[in-house]
């Protein structure tokens, strides 16, 4: 099982990046999807969710009106759009793949059993 995450890189504040989650050797689309951040010297943050179907979505109030998440089941990919991004998002970004019907918020990290390596974001002042 392997999540791949890319799509990273270094951008001007109030510029955009879209990232991209790509599984393979799971079942991707019975699963809903959670996209987290870590900034340096911080802990692993929520970012935002999306449902199995796509059809519901959750963000974290830092993420809300600027980043849209999106999935496309029939390539096994999660996007995250990164728009008017700021120095703050700067992070690591990782992709994780939720348990089915697994309880409790999808803003907390247990229940993601599966986790992407990671891409860098990096937001310019």
């Known amino acids: 099982v392997q999540l791949q995450a890319s799509g990273g890189g270094l951008v001007q504040a109030g510029g955009s990046l879209r990232l991209s989650c790509v599984a393979s050797g799971l079942t991707f689309s019975n699963r809903p999807v959670g996209w987290f951040r870590q900034a340096p010297g911080k802990g692993r943050e929520f970012v935002a969710s999306?449902?199995?179907?796509?059809?519901?979505?959750d963000y974290a109030d830092s993420a809300k009106g600027r980043f849209t998440i999106s999935r496309d089941n029939a390539k096994n990919t999660v996007y995250l759009q990164m728009n008017s991004l700021k120095p703050e998002d700067t992070a690591v970004y990782y992709c994780?793949?939720?348990?089915?019907?697994?309880?409790?918020?999808?803003?907390?990290?247990?229940?993601?059993?599966?986790w992407g390596q990671g891409t860098l974001v990096t937001v310019s002042s």
């Open positions: 994780a793949a939720r348990l089915p019907y697994y309880g409790g918020s999808v803003k907390s990290d247990s229940g993601y059993n599966y």
């Open positions: 999306i449902s199995w179907s796509g059809g519901s979505t």
